[in-house]
């Protein structure tokens, strides 16, 4: 064949290559898997601005594990957290709506989320939990926001009454957990005027936990990047 030139190279035309509405998710990604959560009746933690808030457990389908099926449905594990004498907060309960709320618009009805990531996955997120995709495709989360939402969901739990209250031994054991760390603190403080900060919030802590909740249902007896679309809601059994 006699040499011959080549005509000019093609050019690639711009495409978008990555959907604005999916969490970009790489080999080594740990994507958020489907959950349900549930509580048992001496997980209480103090908070500062709501008092007494039910600390909430995870049943996370992951297939094989804790009793969750191959097919990753969690009805064993959540028939074992009953039994173990767990309340699952089911995300379907009524109770979960706030006053005036459409169910289609309400924040914690249906606590169930999810985002459609690039495989084709579910990412399963907590109630408040917001991502931005930087133009880079890292995923920030709204940590400091979701945190403040999650405690207002835990409230709300607590108010409507889906939880038992909590119970005065337990109040009791979680006060002198607390006065053991003051004491503590105490000590060190002497040696190290650097914790005096920390001693004050503590004595502070201690104080409001030792003050009977006068609620009845309480009572014991950022950068450059794109939001992502809402997230989805989804059945919590598969």
């Given at each position: 064949m006699p040499a011959h030139t080549l005509r000019?190279?093609?050019?690639?035309?711009?495409?978008?290559?990555r959907d604005p509405d999916l969490l970009p998710v790489g080999p080594r990604t740990k994507i958020g898997r489907r959950f349900i959560y549930v509580h048992y009746e001496s997980a209480w933690n103090f908070h500062a601005e709501h008092g007494w808030l039910p600390k909430l457990s995870k049943?996370?389908?992951?297939?094989?594990v804790n009793g969750v099926g191959d097919d990753g449905s969690l009805n064993r594990a959540i028939n074992g957290a009953t039994?173990?004498?767990?309340?699952?907060?089911?995300?379907?309960?009524?109770?979960?709506?706030?006053?005036?709320?459409?169910?289609?618009e309400a924040e914690f009805y249906q606590y169930g989320r999810y985002y459609s990531t690039t495989t084709g996955e579910r990412w399963w997120v907590e109630p408040g939990s917001e991502p931005t995709v930087t133009p880079a495709?890292?995923?920030?989360?709204n940590t400091d926001d979701s945190v403040v939402v999650f405690a207002r969901f835990r409230k709300h739990i607590r108010d409507a009454g889906i939880v038992e209250p909590i119970h005065p031994l337990v109040i009791a054991e979680k006060t002198a957990n607390q006065r053991a760390r003051?004491?503590?603190?105490?000590?060190?403080?002497?040696?190290?005027?650097?914790?005096a900060d920390k001693l004050a919030a503590a004595i502070a802590t201690l104080?409001?936990?030792?003050?009977?909740?006068d609620d009845p249902a309480t009572k014991a007896d950022k950068k450059a990047g794109r939001k992502v679309g809402r997230a989805r809601r989804g059945s919590v059994d598969g």
């Open positions: 000019a190279p093609k050019r690639q035309t711009p495409t978008e290559t049943l996370i389908a992951v297939p094989g039994a173990k004498g767990g309340t699952v907060i089911r995300p379907e309960d009524k109770r979960l709506l706030q006053s005036g709320e459409d169910p289609e495709g890292r995923i920030i989360w003051v004491e503590d603190l105490q000590r060190r403080a002497a040696m190290n005027p650097h914790l104080e409001a936990m030792r003050t009977q909740p």
